[in-house]
């Protein structure tokens, strides 16, 4: 009986130090949420992490969630992102078989359609690097399969909100 | 600034923290440490088991309003502390478990953390879920800026339990100690102080309330409000429910009080509370036992949850006015701002409802006969003074305290509320004796939970703290046995403990007095002894496994359907 539910996206300034991903992705386990990607990097102040989650449910289980990470000591600041209002970005790199000279260039038309670039190439394969949100590079792997994906590594999505909406220490 | 060794520069800190005992049990990656405290004045109690360490602390912090602290060695030692700091977590208790460590580097790198080096445990990973925060200590320099911050983390905001995990070499090594360092936490402000708007919402609320009613929690107790709850609820004629850790928040003789809500709750307020038009909640969080079907709980009334926690709002039950904020600046701000407008209202409806319902409670016990827990309980409120400290262990000993045992003042009835911790009530109360040495310190306790903890009689022995352990011996596990009597047609599995030990006996295989009683008379001059003593004393009190503790809240349902016994 789950209520609406939908993607939401948190962003989250904590301190950049061992252990913070843990007690997040921990305490996200304890309380039954489940974690659909997250991201993390260093961010614009020195000692702090940005971590980008993406979770599905419905609001007031966003709710609970930021909450709960609010109490984490180590968390300074947590927000949910307004989809309306939200660069988010997500990087994959796609290693496709191109054994047929003819897929080969399939593959590279496709990549200069979808923005993307070659990174690596090899006798019977390419990588592919491929940015943009979600649904973009969910477009780009379903077109590859065709010709055959050996490999796929996602970063899952990372964002920032546009223009003076911040999400960052004062 | 200092030049002395880690384990020297632990000492320190807590001697600037103000720390006077220390429960623990020492071992290979503490004894550094323990070497320091030899010749420290801070005193050390030898527990005998890691377990009772965290407990004694726990009690020791809930007496005294402290911070209580434990210790154990690395490996087992800091595993044992496990459910004794998720207890103290659970009821908001501020305890500091310090832990030995392998070494984080060494010449001799098989003893390493890491390297599953002999009695490694990953009590930092192993704790994160259970602990308000805790820390690995990477060098010597940093321990005394990490035990400045786990006192202020710990005793802050809602109080909870912080581990501090000491490896071995950081207490040998040497560095310059900085004791001045001011701590900050850009993740963690505490705050203590109601937003206005909030305030006037829920003065507009309470205002207008024809039946008001205020359920305080541990919160009340914790943030030392008392006094406001008190000044609150005589000015509207609100009755005061409590949970069982909010238990001695109100003086449970005074005519607002309705005494315990919930699964066990009294007949007065899990009668009232349904009826409620505007629910005043402070310092608590909801628990299921307190509200059983959440839906009907206060279905019609307004709610006002107060709490410092903002996560436990929303958590359990959606309140009409949330505030976050400390239970005694907002009961106090609540307060001064109904004095200038509120006039006191006829609310003889009300009243004489809430009279009728506390006298149907009263008449369950006065129809006792014989050695029955709610009749011994009262008994023995009769014989302590108002400021002794009551602890309880788990299942149906807790229940009958909660019920028939009634507190006066606040930090007097220690419980495991929320872990329901079997075995916490003997070792808290050996913490309790010690935190109010001039105070007499009762356990009421049940054969199944005692016997979980009871090798701490020697340390309540040789440690000379001389507490009374009750032992009401049904000779079962019986709380499992009353829902297997209710509720699984009397298939009692597993539950029978088989009359064993013979409580006597083992009081006195540890130097403590032991008493059987089998009469009300002789529990009453067998207890009035025991608080006089200054040895510990185990009163066995032998009373019927069929025994149930009624009123009881079938689990899930609504906590107005009261089975009533």
Redesign the interface.
Known sequence: MRKREKMYTISAI??HK??VL??VS??FR?RDFNIESISVGAAEQKDLARMIITINGDE?TV??VV??M????????VSILDPESTVARELALVKVNTLEARVRSDVINYTEIFKGHVVDVAHDSLIVEITGDSEKINAFIDLMRSFGVKEIARTGITALSRGMRSVR?E | MAEMNGAQALVESLRKQKADVIFGIPGGALIPVYDVLYESDIRHILMRHEQCAAHAADGYARASGRVGVCMATSGPGATNLVTGITNAYMDSSPIIAFTGQVDTYSANTSYMIGRDAFQEADIIGITTPITKCNFLVRSAEEIPRTVKSAFYIASSGRPGPVVVDVPRNTQTESADMDFSDNIEFRGYRPNYEPHPLQVERAVRLLLNAERPIIVAGGGVILSGASGELLALAELLLAPVATTLMGKGCIPENHPLSLGMLGMHGTIASNSLVPEADVLLAVGMRFSDRTTGDVNEFCPDGKIIHVDIDSSEIGKNIRPDVPIVAGAKRTLQAIHDRLVESFKKKERSLWLSRIQEMKKQQEEMVKSERGLKPPRLLAELRKILPEEAIMTTEVGQNQMWAALYLKAYKPRTFITSGGLGTMGFGFPAAIGAKVACPDVPVVDVAGDGSFIMTEQDLASSVIGKIPVTVMVLNNSVLGMVAQWQRLFYGRRYSGVDLGGIPDFVKLAEAFGAQGVRVGSLEEFVKAMKMAIKSDVTTVIDVPISSEDNVFPMVPPGGAINKIIKG
Do not use: C, T
């Open positions: 904590v301190e061992p252990g843990y007690s921990n305490m304890r007031r709710e609970q909450k709960q609010n109490k984490l000591i180590d968390v300074v600041k220490m």
